[in-house]
């Protein structure tokens, strides 16, 4: 306490200058009706620009948990989707009041470390297989597909990027030819289609959906769009360049799909018999 008194001595002079700047400041504003206007002017558009920086901090600090709680919206969306759901009715018994079953699940991670650039790329998710994750499903993200996972933990899961040796079954959505999505073009933001017949009429800009008969991805899911095409005479196939809709390059939130009718297709083709 006794060094506080001696510092406030020390700076006596200093202290008596600021105190006489306040009164006068003081006695001006009060006594001078335009100052006293210039005065609340100036103190209300500091003190809205301290509430602006505020505001923004808050909703900065607020922004994961907003985007968490929009991709579960998301999820749920997608869950009700008719793609989601197949038809428990058989073809013959059409009624007015259509009955679907479940068929697709979503699950709401986050991507928390990723490669673009390696022969075979990884994506790492914060969620294992205590929030239900299991080897082979697919995992999509808002605009496009993103890749499948292919091993598990407790609390985090390791899929396989779709720039990697993922051949995905996808198909044209205009004229509903289909064909193999394959990443040979070692950009992160491109892949092929394959075995796409050269009597296909293919256009620049046509749009590139799923298949859906893997049992990994539903049915039209946005893979991407045309952004070329090329005819080798030598070849019987078109060689399609396709600009991806998901942007791997950055990590956000994505959902992870599962087929839960999977384990009965996969028993039954199982069964098919083996060309010897």
């Given at each position: 306490m006794r060094d506080l008194f001696r510092f406030l001595y020390r700076i006596r002079i200093i202290l008596l200058f600021l105190v006489l700047l306040a009164g006068s400041m003081a006695l001006l504003v009060n006594g001078n009706e335009h100052h006293k206007a210039q005065a609340i002017s100036s103190s209300n558009a500091f003190v809205g620009r301290i509430y602006t920086w505020r505001n923004g901090v808050v909703e900065y600090a607020g922004l994961r948990e907003e985007n968490l709680r929009l991709a579960r919206q998301i999820a749920e969306l997608r869950d009700r989707d008719a793609r989601s759901r197949i038809s428990v009715?058989?073809?013959?018994?059409?009624?007015?009041?259509?009955?679907?079953?479940?068929?697709?699940?979503?699950?709401?991670?986050?991507?928390?470390?990723?490669?673009?650039?390696?022969?075979?790329?990884?994506?790492?998710?914060?969620?294992?297989?205590?929030?239900?994750?299991?080897?082979?499903?697919?995992?999509?993200?808002?605009?496009?597909?993103?890749?499948?996972?292919?091993?598990?933990?407790?609390?985090?899961a390791l899929a396989i990027s779709v720039l990697s040796d993922l051949p995905t079954s996808v198909q044209l959505q205009r004229t509903g030819h289909f064909g193999l999505l394959k990443w040979d073009t070692m950009d992160p933001f491109s892949a092929s289609m394959t075995d796409v017949a050269k009597h296909v009429p293919v256009e620049v800009g046509d749009t590139v959906v799923t298949r859906g008969n893997d049992g990994i991805f539903p049915r039209g899911i946005l893979v991407g769009l045309v952004a070329a095409k090329e005819d080798d005479p030598g070849s019987n196939y078109h060689t399609i360049t396709v600009k991806l809709s998901e942007d791997l390059t950055r990590s956000g939130y994505v959902h992870v799909v599962e087929d839960v009718l999977k384990l009965e297709q996969d028993s039954l083709q199982a069964k098919a018999p083996v060309e010897e």
């Open positions: 009715l058989d073809s013959a018994q059409l009624m007015r009041d259509t009955v679907l079953q479940q068929q697709y699940r979503y699950y709401t991670a986050q991507v928390i470390n990723s490669t673009v650039h390696k022969a075979r790329n990884y994506i790492t998710l914060d969620k294992g297989s205590l929030s239900g994750l299991r080897p082979d499903m697919g995992v999509v993200g808002a605009t496009g597909i993103v890749g499948v996972i292919r091993e598990v933990g407790p609390h985090f």
